[in-house]
């Protein structure tokens, strides 16, 4: 069966300006609301202060190379690409310690990776007092050949 060029031209249209809007990704911000955005040289004065780190990727990513001393704390997201969350995220606070006064910097991928974002932000809501977030994660960190294990 033939589909004629009228009937064809509004699902080609279609396919063609939804496609874009299917692949776009959300910018990273330059700041996270009640907590502290970091470059990775302040990151790095954090680290020499005895900081915790949080990295907030996968298993198998922080396996691989992390900030040296970081622990994993992964943040599980219905939408990787954008700031949007959702009921079925997760994110496993108890594995943070106890005090909320202790500094912490999160990060994760640097972008469009969210992972770092949304666990700073979770914490931020938990009520947790210094809350750092580095953008440009582990690759920005690993850029400057600063520590990592």
Request: glycine content about 8%; aromatic content about 12%.
């Amino acid at each position: 069966m033939r589909m004629s060029l009228a009937r064809a031209f509004p699902l080609m249209a279609f396919l063609l300006t939804a496609a874009p809007v299917a692949m776009a990704v959300e910018e990273l911000p330059m700041s996270i609301p009640g907590g502290t955005f970091v470059t990775e040289a302040k990151g790095k004065e954090l680290f020499d202060k005895g900081t915790l780190f949080v990295d907030a990727r996968v298993a198998a990513e922080y396996a691989d190379k992390h900030v040296k001393g970081a622990i994993n704390v992964i943040y599980k997201e219905t939408f990787p690409k954008e700031s949007k969350t959702a009921p079925t995220d997760s994110f496993d606070m108890s594995k943070l310690p106890a005090d909320k006064a202790k500094p912490m910097v999160f990060y994760c991928n640097g972008s469009p990776c969210w992972k770092g974002y949304k666990a700073a932000e979770a914490s931020i809501k938990a009520g947790y007092k210094h809350v750092y977030w580095m953008r440009e994660g582990l690759p920005g960190w690993d850029a400057k050949g600063y520590p990592t294990e």
